[in-house]
């Protein structure tokens, strides 16, 4: 949440066509009693994408896969790994992990009401969870309801003790467990998350698994995306330079602040794009001081590139 914004699909659909993108966790009471379009609203390059659900109303959560399905969405994803306070006071998340039975009724009321598919994001599992039989039968509860897809974060939820963040960095990962997954359900589609920083380690985990998920990789060091297409689609390649992605953001920034956008709601998801490259930290101080000017637009990201392109003797495909 507050990461996956539209703003920081667009970024990365400019590295890669053929990843499938998950929107933030919208929970179902946002969209029944908030502003749909803000939370549901995206750019047409974004597909495929998946909304990603936070909710336990199986009537709540049909209503809310409909409007997906209505606006265009290529899939429904139901959070069932994410550890918050927040999200444990609401009744869905991690927690549901204890529930599955709910789950599995969660999943058969949105199949009922809509065609495209419904899959669930989880951890190993959570607190009291110590075996591999109950991950196991959880996944095979929840896929009575109809669910073919569980992408599994390889760490268990800590409700009690830790924060978000430390739950996605102290329960330690058990890759195995996610393997052992697949081998108990060769029919199901099997995702695995958690930890995994580089493409050798996902063309690794594709021997054992059918999909692999990053999250924070992603996000800090989003170059990384620029291979995936051909490495792990056969496909080509949409980007062949950083300069040549900055060039096609300024469009898509000029085209946003003429809509009442704020510079910075772009800015801050493309600071890692220089990630460990000569000039990368000029970069990322040109755009965090450029995005607060009150006449910034899409000039301050090609100046932020000049000071990479000058500086380190590139040659500048601004000029």
Same mark, same amino acid.
């Given at each position: 949440?507050?990461?996956?914004?539209?703003?920081?699909?667009? !970024?990365?659909?400019?590295?890669?066509?053929?990843?499938?993108?998950?929107?933030?966790?919208?929970?179902?009471?946002?969209?029944?009693?908030?502003?749909?379009?803000?939370?549901?609203?995206?750019?047409? %390059?974004?597909?495929?994408?998946?909304?990603?659900?936070?909710?336990?109303?199986?009537?709540?959560?049909? @209503? *809310?896969?409909?409007?997906?399905?209505?606006?265009?969405?290529?899939?429904?994803?139901?959070?069932? =790994?994410?550890?918050?306070?927040?999200?444990?006071?609401?009744? !869905?998340? %991690?927690?549901?992990?204890?529930?599955?039975?709910?789950?599995?009724?969660?999943?058969?009321?949105?199949?009922?009401?809509?065609?495209?598919?419904?899959?669930?994001?989880?951890?190993?599992?959570?607190? $009291?969870?110590?075996?591999?039989?109950?991950?196991?039968? /959880?996944? =095979?509860?929840?896929?009575?309801?109809?669910? $073919?897809? !569980?992408?599994?974060?390889?760490?268990?939820?800590?409700?009690?003790?830790?924060?978000?963040?430390?739950?996605?960095?102290?329960?330690?990962?058990?890759?195995?467990?996610?393997? %052992?997954?697949?081998?108990? /359900?060769?029919?199901?589609?099997?995702?695995?998350?958690?930890?995994?920083?580089?493409?050798?380690? *996902?063309?690794? @985990?594709?021997?054992?698994?059918?999909? +692999?998920?990053? =999250?924070? %990789?992603?996000?800090?060091?989003?170059?990384?995306?620029?291979?995936?297409?051909?490495?792990? !689609?056969?496909?080509?390649?949409?980007?062949l330079t950083r300069e040549s992605v900055i060039v096609k953001l300024s469009t898509y920034v000029d085209d946003y602040l003429a809509n009442g956008?704020?510079?910075? $709601?772009?800015?801050? $998801?493309?600071?890692?794009?220089?990630?460990?490259?000569?000039?990368?930290?000029?970069?990322?101080?040109?755009?965090?001081?450029?995005? @607060?000017?009150?006449?910034?637009?899409?000039?301050?990201?090609?100046?932020?590139?000049?000071?990479?392109?000058?500086?380190?003797?590139?040659?500048? +495909?601004?000029?």
């Amino acid at each position: 949440m507050d990461w996956t914004d539209r703003h920081c699909r667009h !970024f990365w659909r400019q590295l890669t066509h053929r990843s499938r993108l998950y929107t933030e966790m919208v929970t179902t009471g946002a969209l029944l009693h908030g502003d749909v379009d803000r939370h549901l609203g995206y750019g047409s %390059a974004e597909h495929p994408l998946a909304l990603q659900l936070g909710g336990s109303s199986p009537q709540d959560l049909a @209503h *809310c896969a409909q409007m997906a399905e209505t606006r265009g969405y290529d899939e429904v994803n139901l959070n069932c =790994g994410c550890p918050s306070d927040r999200v444990q006071n609401g009744r !869905f998340g %991690a927690c549901l992990m204890a529930e599955p039975k709910l789950v599995r009724d969660c999943v058969a009321a949105m199949r009922e009401v809509v065609d495209i598919p419904v899959t669930v994001k989880q951890r190993i599992g959570i607190d $009291h969870q110590e075996s591999f039989e109950e991950l196991r039968d /959880f996944v =095979g509860t929840v896929a009575e309801g109809g669910c $073919h897809v !569980f992408i599994v974060h390889a760490r268990k939820a800590w409700l009690e003790g830790l924060s978000p963040k430390q739950n996605r960095e102290i329960p330690p990962l058990n890759y195995e467990w996610v393997y %052992a997954l697949k081998e108990q /359900f060769p029919h199901l589609t099997i995702v695995l998350n958690g930890g995994i920083q580089s493409l050798e380690e *996902c063309e690794q @985990h594709l021997t054992k698994v059918d999909g +692999v998920m990053l =999250g924070r %990789a992603a996000y800090q060091t989003p170059w990384l995306l620029s291979t995936v297409d051909s490495r792990l !689609f056969g496909a080509e390649d949409p980007a062949l330079t950083r300069e040549s992605v900055i060039v096609k953001l300024s469009t898509y920034v000029d085209d946003y602040l003429a809509n009442g956008g704020r510079l910075n $709601h772009v800015t801050r $998801h493309i600071l890692g794009l220089f990630h460990q490259q000569p000039g990368g930290r000029l970069f990322r101080r040109a755009l965090s001081e450029g995005a @607060h000017l009150i006449d910034a637009d899409g000039k301050v990201l090609l100046a932020a590139l000049a000071e990479v392109t000058q500086r380190h003797g590139k040659k500048s +495909v601004v000029e």
